[in-house]
Nanobody, 129 residues
Framework: QVQLVESGGGLVQAGGSLRLSCAAS????????MGWFRQAPGKEREFVTG????????DYQDSVKGRFAISRDNAKNTVYLQMNSLKPEDTAVYYC??????????????????????WGQGTQVTVSS
């Protein structure tokens, strides 16, 4: 079992920055593809960004490209989401998730929420205009 705990959310003005952290416990997440999703009120949960096991592959939702950056520190069993130039439309609960992949999929970024096995409880990000 993997437990994921997000932190770093909060209230920020438009144009500001936040860095979310996702700390894993229970077992190492070094062998999992990791991702960040978000869900705004009244909307479906959506993929924001993901990173492969090796960290060599990443993918981003078009609306966050150039503003957000995902990274992972396997030694610390932690995944990060650096969010810059935040906009009011980025307001949502942000979730960290871990997906099991095979050895042959170590470069794969997982974008489908249904493929993720473990989820955190979420952290609220609110961007004021």
């Amino acid at each position: 079992q993997v437990q994921l705990v997000e932190s770093g959310g909060g209230l920020v003005q438009a144009g500001g920055s936040l860095r979310l952290s996702c700390a894993a416990s229970g077992r190492t997440v070094s062998g999992y593809a990791m991702g960040w999703f978000r869900q705004a009120p009244g909307k479906e949960r959506e993929f924001v960004t993901g990173i492969s096991v090796t960290s060599r592959s990443t993918d981003y939702q078009d609306s966050v490209k150039g503003r957000f950056a995902i990274s992972r520190d396997n030694a610390k069993n932690t995944v990060y989401l650096q969010m810059n130039s935040l906009k009011p439309e980025d307001t949502a609960v942000y979730y960290c998730a871990a997906a099991t992949v095979t050895w042959g999929q170590r470069e794969r970024v997982v974008a489908q929420s249904s493929e993720y096995n473990y989820w955190g409880q979420g952290t609220q990000v609110t961007v004021s205009s």
